[in-house]
């Protein structure tokens, strides 16, 4: 046998191991990464998906742990709110740990990216705000999405690259990792491609892509390209789902709706994802007004349920 047939089997082997050696049993999934490892996949309540019930941060934590999840991925503006109002943030803290919770990532817009200077100032002072008040609840990651460069085109993508290098080095100083994001509707990294290139180009240890199925199937960028990603380089993936119609031209935030109930070929992309090395977290994101209007413990039940259940099919041994 070549050395060559025997590298090409040993890759081919190592990718399959990721997902074939998937175990779907009693107490849930698990997927044994390609170094052996079995992990557990993890789920998370971004509050977005009941953001508009407007029962704020302490109820938002109960929620999620009532609910069963391992994480909770909130609004920067909601722990800001929560702070003005009084709140302390080491009894948040406290009850996020009591709720046995992990806080990997929450969501800002702080404009990092954006060619004017005084508003990009401005911008690294409001994510260095975002990024100390995280920490100081334990934080991990918070989301860099292309603020303020998404209604109009932004820098060239080597700039963007020197910019998301600054976000991270602000980062560094605080703890807190800030993660590139996909945004479908954009002007500026609508695709995973933009992004991926802009991560690469930062050259930073801790260099990283938020991705998200509805922004990849909203920006055209498909979802074949799951597959090239790391799991060094994805610790969250906001997972949703969108109906056939309308397409990708009209369809908004609005029209996502829970994982499983629409057409995005999830069982691809979870096993492109875990089959990359991926062992972060499975992120619950949707903006639907008929969700919204609905209790926000059914809300959040359901779309975990609904989550687990995608990932068994999508994991579960041939």
Same mark, same amino acid.
């Given at each position: 046998?070549?050395?060559?047939?025997?590298?090409?089997?040993?890759?081919?082997?190592?990718?399959?191991?990721?997902?074939?050696?998937?175990?779907?049993?009693?107490?849930?999934?698990?997927?044994?990464?390609?170094?052996?490892?079995?992990?557990?996949?993890?789920?998370?309540?971004?509050?977005?998906?009941?953001?508009?019930?407007?029962?704020?941060?302490?109820?938002?934590?109960?929620?999620?742990?009532?609910?069963?999840?391992?994480?909770?991925?909130?609004?920067?503006?909601?722990?800001?709110?929560?702070?003005?109002?009084?709140?302390? !943030?080491?009894?948040?803290?406290?009850?996020?740990?009591?709720?046995?919770?992990?806080?990997?990532?929450?969501?800002?817009?702080?404009?990092?990216?954006?060619?004017?200077?005084?508003?990009?100032?401005?911008?690294?002072?409001?994510?260095?705000?975002?990024?100390?008040?995280?920490?100081?609840?334990?934080? !991990?990651?918070?989301?860099?999405?292309?603020?303020?460069?998404?209604?109009?085109?932004?820098?060239?993508?080597?700039?963007?690259?020197?910019?998301?290098?600054?976000? /991270?080095?602000?980062?560094?100083?605080?703890?807190?990792?800030?993660?590139?994001?996909?945004?479908?509707?954009?002007?500026?990294?609508?695709?995973?491609?933009?992004?991926?290139?802009?991560?690469?180009?930062?050259?930073?240890?801790?260099?990283?892509?938020?991705?998200?199925?509805?922004?990849?199937?909203?920006?055209?960028?498909?979802?074949?390209?799951?597959?090239?990603?790391?799991?060094?380089?994805?610790?969250?993936?906001?997972?949703?789902?969108?109906?056939?119609?309308?397409?990708?031209?009209?369809?908004?935030?609005?029209?996502?709706?829970?994982?499983?109930?629409?057409?995005?070929? /999830?069982?691809?992309?979870?096993?492109?994802?875990?089959?990359?090395?991926?062992?972060?977290? !499975?992120? /619950?994101?949707?903006?639907?007004?008929?969700?919204?209007?609905?209790?926000?413990?059914?809300?959040?039940?359901?779309? /975990?349920?609904?989550?687990?259940?995608?990932?068994?099919?999508?994991?579960?041994?041939?």
């Amino acid at each position: 046998m070549s050395s060559a047939v025997s590298r090409r089997r040993f890759l081919t082997n190592t990718s399959a191991v990721a997902v074939a050696g998937a175990l779907a049993t009693a107490e849930g999934t698990r997927v044994a990464a390609a170094d052996g490892v079995v992990h557990k996949p993890k789920f998370s309540l971004n509050t977005a998906t009941i953001r508009e019930q407007k029962v704020g941060i302490v109820r938002e934590i109960e929620i999620a742990r009532e609910a069963g999840y391992d994480a909770l991925e909130p609004w920067m503006d909601a722990l800001h709110r929560y702070v003005e109002e009084g709140g302390s !943030l080491p009894d948040l803290k406290k009850r996020i740990q009591d709720a046995g919770l992990i806080i990997p990532s929450a969501i800002g817009f702080a404009q990092w990216i954006v060619d004017d200077e005084s508003a990009r100032k401005q911008g690294l002072e409001n994510a260095r705000r975002d990024m100390d008040l995280l920490a100081r609840i334990g934080g !991990l990651r918070i989301a860099a999405p292309p603020v303020g460069a998404h209604d109009k085109p932004g820098p060239d993508l080597a700039t963007a690259g020197q910019r998301y290098r600054a976000l /991270l080095e602000l980062g560094d100083q605080i703890g807190v990792v800030p993660q590139c994001e996909v945004w479908g509707f954009s002007k500026t990294l609508s695709r995973l491609s933009e992004t991926a290139y802009v991560v690469i180009e930062a050259n930073h240890p801790k260099a990283c892509l938020l991705p998200d199925v509805y922004h990849l199937h909203k920006g055209g960028s498909g979802f074949e390209g799951v597959k090239v990603l790391s799991g060094a380089g994805v610790h969250v993936f906001h997972m949703n789902d969108y109906p056939a119609q309308p397409g990708p031209k009209e369809i908004n935030d609005s029209h996502r709706v829970f994982p499983g109930d629409g057409v995005a070929p /999830l069982g691809l992309i979870l096993r492109d994802l875990y089959a990359a090395g991926f062992s972060g977290v !499975l992120s /619950l994101e949707l903006f639907n007004r008929e969700y919204w209007k609905q209790d926000p413990m059914l809300v959040a039940k359901t779309g /975990l349920k609904k989550m687990q259940e995608v990932v068994a099919q999508a994991l579960k041994p041939a």
